[in-house]
């Protein structure tokens, strides 16, 4: 089991950064690959990024691609997404995610855990 916990979600203006965390337990974030899908009202969960395992290959959606960093840090367990350059059009409840299968996939359907996920509003 692993067990997931978001935080630094908030409001921003448009340009802005966040920096989101996700606390991990039941497991060490280098033995999980992990990923971070969003979602607004309304609409689907959309996937955002993905980190492997050891943390050597990303994979990000084209739109945040540039402006988005995933990353991952063994010392505290925990993984981030460095979100800057903001735009209103991010705003979503963003959700971190994560596999103990080594998967390294883009589908909600693909990851096993999830956290409860934490609020970005972007203002213009």
């Known amino acids: 089991q692993v067990q997931l916990v978001e935080s630094g979600g908030g409001l921003v203006q448009a340009g802005g950064s966040l920096k989101l965390s996700c606390a991990a337990s039941?497991?060490?974030?280098?033995?999980?690959?992990m990923a971070w899908f969003r979602q607004s009202p309304g609409t689907e969960r959309e996937f955002v990024a993905s980190?492997?395992?050891?943390?050597?290959?990303?994979f990000y959606r084209e739109t945040v691609r540039g402006r988005f960093t995933i990353s991952k840090d063994d010392s505290n367990n925990t993984g981030y997404l460095q979100m800057n350059g903001l735009k209103p059009e991010d705003t979503a409840v963003y959700y971190c995610?994560?596999?103990?299968?080594?998967?390294?996939?883009?589908?909600?359907?693909?990851?096993?855990?999830w956290g409860q996920g934490t609020q970005v509003t972007v203002s213009s």
């Open positions: 980190i492997t395992r050891n943390g050597r290959k990303t």
């Open positions: 039941g497991r060490t974030v280098s033995s999980i690959s």
């Open positions: 995610t994560a596999s103990t299968r080594g998967v390294f996939a883009s589908h909600p359907a693909d990851y096993d855990y």
